[in-house]
């Protein structure tokens, strides 16, 4: 089983400006992030490039921990419902 990198997206907007284009294959992302992390993983990026690529991949990680922390909290909150549920609807007579 082989794992591909799937391309972000890269929708436009109407009037066809994007909010960053690649300066080595001329890509266009929606946002400066999403172009900092192409042209550090897919280019020969310069130093000021290499440090957004960094910025932009710590950031990605510090909201990819927040959303696990979300969905831990959700799985347990119904974990808990689930349970207070199930001992309630036993306890109920006849």
């Not at 290499?50 to 696990?68: I, K, Q």
């Amino acid at each position: 089983m082989s794992l591909q990198s799937h391309p972000p997206e890269t929708t436009l907007s109407d009037d066809g400006t994007t909010a960053a284009v690649c300066p080595y294959c001329d890509r266009p992302f929606v946002t400066e992030r999403q172009r900092a992390l192409h042209v550090g993983e897919r280019h020969n990026a310069t130093e000021a490039e290499r440090r957004a690529y960094e910025a932009a991949r710590d950031a990605e990680s510090d909201e990819l921990f927040r959303l696990h922390l979300k969905v831990i909290f959700a799985v347990g909150l119904l974990y808990a419902a689930s349970i207070v549920g199930g001992v309630v609807a036993f306890s109920l007579p006849g």
